[in-house]
């Protein structure tokens, strides 16, 4: 018994070597597909839903592993964030996506994720001013997407980069809101210029009434604060009426479509025009 229990306490530790192992392996590539800018964003068109234009693209990271190989964020943006290496992915991404955005029409804006890590970090303002200068996208194009994890993080230090970007005429809009515990109490702590309704209570309008009346009271309320108002993940035609019955201002999801590269967004410019 005492020997059996020594080999298994032997094969756990094996087992805990072989993860460290693996784990350093990934973190490696990964380092190494944003050196090598194998991680890359795609573009979701953002839609006004008055006059049905692309009134901009969400940038969201792919990793194009191989030819036909695309890893989704969900795979290794918190893999990024545990490995301190989200800031310089981030950078290169921002850098990245102003450079396609250049060559959109001016009317059309460019929306950007960054993680709430990102938001304890003093420099972020600056990191990000720096891109705009260098790339040469005027701030009023840039919309910064942050879920309210971010402010519940760090308030202090994120309500200050924020409000640094703001005061440089980049607009900050609220991610997933009415997922987490306290997204009203983050609207009176930080003025948002946006809230994204999240996926979840558009999907399940058809099963549950009571989402159409969350979306309809969200709406009231970025009406009453002067917000404006994004649905997420817009699929079905009964759902884009819904919206635009109540007076959602913009959508986006499959029904307009899924995110493409950067050379396909000029496709998209061409046949559905821009304001
Ligand atoms: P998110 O910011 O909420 O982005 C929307 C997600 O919903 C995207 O998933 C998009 O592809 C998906 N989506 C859009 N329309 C539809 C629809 O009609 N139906 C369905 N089922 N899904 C739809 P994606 O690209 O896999 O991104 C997942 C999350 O990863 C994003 O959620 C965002 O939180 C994060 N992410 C993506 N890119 C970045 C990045 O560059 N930096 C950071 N920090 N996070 C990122
Ligand atoms: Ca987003
Ligand atoms: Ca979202
Ligand atoms: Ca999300």
Not at 184 to 211: A, H, N, P, Y
Not at 228 to 238: C, K, L, V
Request: hydrophobic share 40%; net charge negative; aromatic share 6%.
């Amino acid at each position: 018994a005492k020997k059996s229990g020594r080999n298994s306490v032997f094969a756990f530790e094996k087992i805990m070597e072989d993860r460290v192992m693996r784990r350093a392996e990934t973190e490696m590539a990964l380092k190494r597909a944003i050196r090598n800018d194998s991680i890359v964003p795609y573009y979701q068109p953002l839609i006004d839903l008055r006059s049905g234009e692309i009134r901009g693209f969400e940038a969201l990271a792919r990793w194009e592993a191989g030819p036909n190989h695309i890893i989704p964020p969900s795979d290794f943006i918190e893999l990024a964030e545990d490995a301190g290496l989200i800031v310089e992915l981030s950078e290169r991404l921002l850098r990245a996506a102003c450079r396609d955005a250049m060559a959109w029409p001016d009317s059309i804006r460019l929306a950007f994720n960054i993680s709430p890590i990102q938001l304890s970090d003093r420099q972020m303002g600056l990191r990000i001013m720096n891109v705009l200068m260098e790339t040469g996208l005027p701030p009023q194009r840039l919309e910064i997407e942050i879920t309210e994890t971010a402010l519940v993080r760090d308030m202090d230090s994120a309500t200050a980069i924020l409000g640094e970007l703001q005061a440089a005429g980049i607009k900050i809009a609220l991610d997933d809101f009415g997922t987490g515990y306290s997204s009203l109490s983050q609207l009176s702590k930080f003025r948002f210029d946006k809230i994204k309704i999240d996926r979840s209570f558009v999907t399940g309008f058809e099963t549950d009434k009571k989402r159409e009346d969350i979306v309809r009271a969200i709406l009231g309320l970025g009406q009453g604060l002067g917000i404006s108002t994004t649905a997420e993940g817009i699929e079905e035609d009964h759902q884009l009426d819904f919206l635009k019955s109540i007076g959602c201002d913009f959508g986006q999801g499959y029904l307009f479509g899924k995110p493409v590269s950067a050379d396909e967004t000029r496709q998209l410019l061409e046949h559905r025009g821009s304001a």
